[in-house]
């Protein structure tokens, strides 16, 4: 008789974290302000704020917006207020930067809320190789906000987990 296959990481008491769980759904957007700018560079007041007067910002509606601006261009922090001020009655969120910077900014609304009373005294495995853009810095913002519940810390897969931490006894 052959013997049973038994799933012993199923059976075990590790708890597998996927931040892919917790991407929040909806459309990204880098809006670039250059070409608001003076030949890509200068911003002029007068003419930036005819720019954001005269601008559809309902078409950002229930969108997560990344303000940029690509050209080495000196942008004064209004400026980036102001967008986001007109922004807010429509976007999700809206933060300074590039599309990892956006994700991350997510991350951090997510970990920040999430409860981790659930992983007390286990050992938790954090799966990488995500196929949506989780950024790097969601999984250092998750082990710190894991660390002072968990008995230990891995990250990977349960077949080739790289153990992180491990609570002294």
Known sequence: MAEEIVNRVAQSKLMVVDLEDYYPDGERHVFDIKDWLYEGFVLREKEFRQYVKDYDWSQHQNQYVALTCS????????????????????????????????????????????????YKDKPIIIKGCANKPVPTNAYLMLSSKLKPVAKSIMYGEACSSVPLFKRKK
Not at 73 to 96: D, G, H, R
Not at 100 to 118: A, G, H, P, R, Y
Request: some cysteine.
């Open 71 to 118: 050209t080495d261009a000196i942008i004064p922090a209004w400026s980036f207020m102001l967008l986001t001020l007109e922004l807010q009655p429509y976007a999700k969120k809206v933060c300074v930067g590039n599309l990892e910077m956006l994700e991350t900014s997510l991350f951090q609304d997510v970990i920040n809320t999430l409860d981790v009373e659930s």
